[in-house]
């Protein structure tokens, strides 16, 4: 196993499997389904909607909340309900967390 800890340190670059869209494409304003909306909902986009999902949102509120002609404090009324079912989970820590880090906002709960 040493051999594989050697390449691994000598590998300068890592793939993070990050679901981000293509700058060009972002740039664009394209729309779609990997990019519904330009503004902090996207942030939800891959799985931390599935935690939404499982926190009860429905499908309804889930399109009005990707909308992007639904205003941004409207969006947050949506999310507030399942927040407190999801917060703990992989992926809403690492929302959290890049909130915190790219944006300077640090959740506190309740939100």
């Avoid at 700058?23 to 939404?52: H, M």
């Avoid at 949102?57 to 205003?71: K, N």
């Avoid at 404090?73 to 880090?101: C, N």
Wanted: net charge negative; aromatic share 12%.
């Amino acid at each position: 196993m040493d051999w594989i800890a050697k390449i691994v340190a000598e590998t300068d670059l890592a793939d993070t499997h990050e679901h981000l869209v293509e700058e060009s494409r972002r740039t664009k304003g394209s729309t779609g389904w990997l990019f519904p909306c330009d503004d902090w909902a996207l942030l939800f986009r891959e799985y931390i909607q599935d935690d939404l999902h499982c926190a009860g949102m429905s499908i309804a509120d889930e399109l009005r909340f990707y909308d992007p002609e639904t205003p941004s404090i409207d969006k947050f009324k949506l999310v507030h309900p399942f927040w407190e079912r999801m917060k703990h989970t992989g992926y809403a820590q690492a929302f959290s967390h890049t909130l915190r880090k790219l944006y300077g906002i640090e959740l506190t709960l309740p939100l």
